[in-house]
């Protein structure tokens, strides 16, 4: 694990840094670089089924408590970005993993603390 704590100047730098190098011409601006796709609290997993890796993000949260200065979080709606693989179809199956999957609802009973270990 990074211990390093980052200042929102820092994160900012590097964000633009990142974005700026992925460009594919100079002064681009649409296209290419970064993109902001969903905003996010938390990043809950990532889970793979037959092709690729799907990121599950924390989307949505509650304040349900506090453990001494402990903030406590309950997770209130989550988003799954696939994350594609080299292969260039799909499995047949892997939209009925992902279904399933799906049925699970991660907004009853998951709680999450940046700080404690739930």
Do not use: C, W
Request: aromatic content about 12%.
């Amino acid at each position: 694990d990074d211990k390093t704590v980052y200042t929102t100047r820092e994160i900012r730098d590097l964000l633009t840094m990142i974005d700026v190098g992925n460009r594919s011409k100079i002064g681009q601006k649409i296209g290419s670089g970064l993109t902001k796709n969903v905003s996010a609290f938390g990043l809950a997993g990532f889970v793979r089924f037959l092709e690729g890796y799907y990121i599950i993000l924390i989307t949505k949260r509650r304040k349900v408590g506090v453990i001494g200065h402990h903030t406590i979080y309950k997770i209130e709606d989550t988003a799954m970005i696939y994350i594609p693989s080299d292969t260039k179809e799909m499995h047949p199956d892997e939209q009925r993993y992902l279904k399933m999957f799906q049925a699970t609802d991660l907004s009853s009973n998951f709680y999450f603390s940046y700080s404690y270990d739930l």
